[in-house]
C-alpha cells in the first residue's frame, strides 16, 4: 500500500486538513474520502478528521487503499517484460499478439492475467494500465500501481507532456514521406470496433516520417498529437499505405505474422506522478518486423 507524505508550508497554516491534501497532494475526493473512512488520513501520525485545521510544519500523510476489484482475474504464472518499477508505475514492453485486459469474451491469456500473478500477494490488486496498446500491437506500456498515479498519469495522457512515438511497417509508400495526418476519426457505419475518417468523427492529428522504404513497403515512425481509437491504424489506411497484416484494415498475414500486425509502440516520454522527474522510455523494432523490410 503506497502513502503519500507531504510538509505543510507557512502558506498552509490555518487551512483545512481536506484542502491541503487536495491541492499539495493532488488527492481526489473519493480517495480522500476513502481514506477518511478508513482512517487513513494522518497528521503528525494520528488518524484525524478531514476538517482539521493544519499548521505550518504539520507532517499529512495518506495511505492510498484501492476499492475492491468486482471482477476475479484468474492469474497466469508467465513472466513480463519489467523496463522500470518504483512505488508508483511499472513500464512493460509488451509483446504480441497479447490482449491488454480482460474480459467476458477473453477471461485469460492477456498481460491482466500476467500482472495478477505478479502481484498476488497484493490484497484488492487492481490493473491500471495508462496507455493501452491493442492485442496486435506490441511495445511500451505504463501502468500505474494505484488510484492516485491513475488519475495523475490520465490527466496528462493526451496533453504534451505525454509523447507517444511508434514504427510501423506498412504496405505501401506514402506521399509525401513525411507529413501530418489531420482527418477526425468516428466509428464505422454500424461498426462497434471498426473506425474510419469521417466530417462527424473527432480531431485527430497523426505526424509521420518515413525511415526506410523497400520496394513496396515502408518503415514509418509516427507521433500522436491526440489518441483515438485505432488512430495510427485508421490513417495509415487513410494515406493509403495499411499497416502490413492489418486484418481491421488492411491485409490479414497470418502466415508472416501470426496474431499480430507491424505496429509497435517504440518510445514514450511523460513526467512522473509523484516525483514530477520527466522519464523516458525506448524499445527496439521486433526482429519480426525488421525481417519485413529485409525481405
Known amino acids: 500500500m503506497r502513502t503519500l507524505s507531504y510538509t505543510a508550508l507557512q502558506e498552509d497554516d490555518g487551512r483545512l486538513i481536506k484542502r491541503v491534501a487536495r491541492s499539495k497532494i493532488g488527492i481526489s475526493s473519493h480517495q480522500l474520502a476513502r481514506a477518511k473512512a478508513l482512517n ?9 478528521h478531514a476538517d482539521h485545521v493544519v499548521h505550518a510544519g504539520d507532517v499529512i500523510s495518506i495511505s492510498l487503499i484501492d476499492d475492491e476489484n468486482d ?17 508508483d508505475i511499472i513500464i512493460l514492453d509488451k509483446e504480441a499478439p497479447l ?22 500477494d497484493v490484497e484488492n ?17 505504463c501502468v500505474a500501481k494505484h488510484a492516485h498515479a491513475q488519475m495523475k498519469m490520465a490527466s496528462q495522457l493526451h496533453t504534451p507532456d505525454f509523447v507517444r512515438e511508434y514504427l510501423a511497417v506498412t504496405e505501401g509508400v506514402p506521399t509525401p514521406l513525411s507529413g501530418t495526418i489531420d ?5 464505422a457505419e454500424g461498426a462497434t470496433v471498426k473506425r474510419e475518417v469521417k466530417e462527424s468523427g473527432k480531431e485527430s492529428v497523426t505526424h509521420y516520417e518515413t525511415v526506410k522504404v523497400s520496394g513496396r513497403r515502408s518503415l ?4 500522436l498529437a491526440t489518441g483515438r481509437t485505432h488512430q495510427i ?3 495509415l489506411k487513410h494515406i493509403g499505405c495499411p499497416v502490413f497484416g492489418d486484418f481491421l484494415y488492411g491485409e490479414e498475414r497470418e502466415d508472416v505474422l501470426p496474431g499480430r500486425f507491424a505496429l509497435h509502440s517504440a518510445y514514450i516520454r511523460f ?25
Do not use: W
Request: proline letters at 9%.
Open 271 to 295: 513526467t512522473h506522478p509523484i516525483t514530477g522527474e520527466v522519464m523516458e522510455f525506448s524499445s527496439p523494432l521486433p526482429k519480426a518486423l525488421q525481417t519485413l523490410m529485409d525481405e
Open 233 to 235: 491504424r485508421v490513417h
Open 125 to 141: 490488486y487492481v490493473f491500471r494500465p495508462v496507455n493501452r496498446l491493442d492485442k496486435g500491437t506490441s511495445g511500451l506500456m
Open 220 to 223: 514509418i515512425h509516427l507521433r
Open 183 to 187: 482527418a477526425p476519426i468516428g466509428k
Open 40 to 48: 487513513a488520513l494522518c497528521l503528525n501520525g494520528e488518524s484525524v
Open 71 to 87: 471482477f476475479v482475474i484468474t492469474p497466469e504464472n508467465v513472466p513480463v517484460n519489467v523496463l522500470y518499477e518504483d512505488d
Open 99 to 120: 490482449a491488454t485486459q480482460s474480459s467476458p469474451k477473453q477471461p485469460d491469456n492477456t498481460l491482466e492475467n500476467r500482472m495478477a500473478y505478479r502481484y498476488r
